[in-house]
């Protein structure tokens, strides 16, 4: 079953809402390549009104916030309900992801799925787990 087959079967609210990950998730910034089935779901959601979030690990100050926009433009990623970067101050990349991921529970927000590349991407506050193998 592919993401969008699976994604079908769950309930939908205006305030659910799907997690991702960006690096080696959405797309492989070490070698400029879009993830293909990753890319094809993010668009599907967005099409079909549902609330995405992204929360990333790269550092949160201004030149990385402004590259980061860039690069999801670049890879045509809009219309995200939220964009979190890392805060240096954390050093434990679960517990920040977990931390962001409360929050947007704490805004009302029930996440369905978080999808990403590592272990910290998924977890609690995550929904389901959806974790993204290397890609070829």
Same mark, same amino acid.
Request: proline share 5%; charged share 30%; aromatic share 14%.
């Given at each position: 079953? /592919? *993401?969008i087959d699976f994604h079908k079967s769950l !309930?939908? =609210? +205006?305030?659910?809402i799907v997690i991702f990950d960006i690096d080696e998730t959405l797309f492989d !910034?070490? #070698?400029?390549?879009? #993830? +293909?089935?990753? #890319? &094809?779901?993010?668009r599907? *959601?967005? +099409? /079909? /009104?549902y609330n995405t979030a992204i929360i990333t690990a790269r550092a949160n100050f201004p030149e990385n916030l402004r590259y980061t926009?860039? $690069? *999801? +433009?670049?890879? &045509? #990623?809009k219309n995200y309900k939220f964009l979190f970067l890392r805060n240096?101050?954390? =050093?434990?990349l679960y517990l920040y992801k977990r931390d962001d991921r409360?929050?947007?529970? $704490? *805004?009302?927000?029930t996440p369905l799925m978080s999808i990403g590349d590592k272990r910290w991407d998924m977890g609690e506050y995550g929904g389901i787990g959806i974790l993204v193998l290397p890609y070829n």
């Amino acid at each position: 079953m /592919n *993401l969008i087959d699976f994604h079908k079967s769950l !309930p939908k =609210t +205006e305030k659910d809402i799907v997690i991702f990950d960006i690096d080696e998730t959405l797309f492989d !910034p070490y #070698i400029d390549r879009k #993830i +293909e089935p990753v #890319i &094809n779901f993010y668009r599907y *959601l967005v +099409e /079909n /009104n549902y609330n995405t979030a992204i929360i990333t690990a790269r550092a949160n100050f201004p030149e990385n916030l402004r590259y980061t926009i860039n $690069d *999801l +433009e670049r890879h &045509n #990623i809009k219309n995200y309900k939220f964009l979190f970067l890392r805060n240096p101050s954390y =050093t434990d990349l679960y517990l920040y992801k977990r931390d962001d991921r409360k929050h947007i529970v $704490d *805004l009302g927000y029930t996440p369905l799925m978080s999808i990403g590349d590592k272990r910290w991407d998924m977890g609690e506050y995550g929904g389901i787990g959806i974790l993204v193998l290397p890609y070829n």
